[in-house]
Each structure stands twice: as C-alpha cells, then as structure tokens.
C-alpha cells in the first residue's frame, strides 16, 4: 500500500490521539478552574472537535476511491468498485488493455522476453503470472490454430518463461503437467489443446483470484 492510501488512515490516527491528549488536558486542569474558565473551555474544545471531525470526514469523502485501481476503476462511476464485485468479465477486458500497452502483437508476447521485463511487469512484478495466465486462456478460449502455432512453436525459453511465471503465481501441479506436455507432446499437440481447454474455467478462477489477493499492487 502506498503513502498516499495511508494518507486516511493516518490522518485518523492522529485525530484519534488528539482527543486523547484534550481529555487528559480537560482531566488535569478542569479540576484547578473556576466555573466560568471551565465552560469556556468546554465550548471551545467541543468547536475544536466538532471542526476535526468535520474536516477529516470531508477529507475522506473526497479521496474515498479516488486513486483509480487498474481492475476496480469504474470510469461510468469514476470510482472504485468493491473488490467482491470484480468480475473475470472486467478482469479479461482490462489484461486486453495490459497487453497492448506491453506488446506490439501475440507473436511478440510468445517470444518469452516479456516476462524478463520489468518494466512492464509492474511493482514486483505483479503482472507476471497474470501474463501467463492471459495467454494460456487467449489460446484455450480463442482456439485458433495460428494461436496454437504459436505455442507449438515457442523456444524451450519461452515455456520456461511460462512456467516461471506461473509458479510466481502459486501453480506447481499445472506447471508439471504443462512443462511435461510441452516437452512430450509437441508432435502430438491435441494431448496439449485437450489440457488447456479442459482448465480453461480453472485459468478464469486462478486469474481472478490472485487479482482479488493483490489487489493493492494495481494502483
């Protein structure tokens, strides 16, 4: 989480200690003034208060969800959106964008240099099992035969790359299989398309929810 989302938690935290510090004040001194010092002083720390909360509420109504998160960000609204409601529909619609920001073509993303990138990974390197992800769904769900040349024809690098990226993101069974399939079945690719179309609602769940885990890295 950055400064900048701390900025409100802070800030009552501070208020929070105010308040502690005037009633030891009003608690060590009350006691020692006449009655008039102590109404006077009663008004103007309750205007004090009263001026505090008002201030830091407006505060914080003013910068609740301001900061667009790249999944959350609702331009319709111009807000964020509870985390509860992101949808795969937002989350596939939106890692498009991603990639056409990092990437000139799917030929590019296949090469495998991407993933060593990262400046175009994001604060450590959030985006990179999210990558693999996406082009792993983008070759089940498509299931095009030039997207599956693409894999088919990937170096032993860029399965690596793959791999890797995938286990950044909490995989090891589906890394096995894949390394294996890729390694055994390239001549025989239709082992390799019946795996991938077969995990295809698991890619969507994986997807979302390591989004949902991270989701403070995507402001």
Known sequence: MNLKKRIPMIMAIVACVSLVGAI????????????TYKRVLEVIISILLI?????????LWLTKDSEPNFFLFDRARKRNIPVEELTFQTVNERMNVYLSRVSESVEELWQGEIFSCERKL???KVYRPLLAYKMLYDLADKNL???WDLLLGASPEAVDAICNALAQGGEAEMVKAFR?????????PAKIKDFLIGNLRYI?????GYIK???????
């Open 122 to 124: 994001g604060y450590r």
């Open 213 to 219: 885990k991270h989701i403070e890295l995507f402001y």
């Open 51 to 59: 001026a505090m909360s008002g201030l830091i509420g407006y505060y």
């Open 145 to 147: 035969d030039d997207y």
């Open 24 to 35: 030891l004040l009003l608690a060590i001194a009350v006691p020692h003034a006449n009655a």
């Open 204 to 208: 969507r769940g994986r997807m979302l």
């Open 180 to 188: 294996y399939l890729m390694v055994n079945y390239r001549e025989n």
